[in-house]
């Protein structure tokens, strides 16, 4: 549970970077599977897993939030 949760935080700290839903959604899934595989490799987890579950909470958080909740600027594929 420990594994997960830490997973959880990363991928909330880095979330929503974009001015639409879907670009939040894109760039929260990837920097929260980013997170979640570099999460559990360091506290020696399944990183496939770990890149599994960053990425699905991270595109779910950067979905829910407001462009003026967290602003990262525009998407690097823009």
């Not at 880095?14 to 929260?32: E, F, N, Y």
């Given at each position: 549970m420990l594994?997960?949760?830490?997973?959880?935080?990363?991928?909330?700290?880095?979330?929503?970077?974009?001015?639409?839903?879907?670009?939040?959604?894109?760039?929260?899934?990837?920097?929260?599977?980013?997170?979640?595989?570099?999460?559990?490799?360091?506290i020696?987890?399944?990183?496939?897993?770990?890149?599994?579950?960053?990425?699905?909470?991270?595109a779910?958080?950067?979905?829910?939030?407001?462009?003026?909740?967290?602003?990262l600027?525009?998407?690097?594929?823009?």
């Amino acid at each position: 549970m420990l594994r997960i949760l830490a997973i959880l935080v990363m991928a909330i700290a880095l979330v929503g970077c974009g001015k639409t839903v879907g670009d939040r959604a894109v760039s929260g899934g990837a920097i929260g599977a980013a997170t979640g595989a570099a999460g559990a490799a360091i506290i020696g987890g399944n990183v496939g897993a770990g890149a599994l579950l960053g990425g699905a909470t991270g595109a779910a958080l950067g979905a829910v939030t407001d462009e003026e909740d967290i602003d990262l600027g525009r998407p690097w594929w823009r």
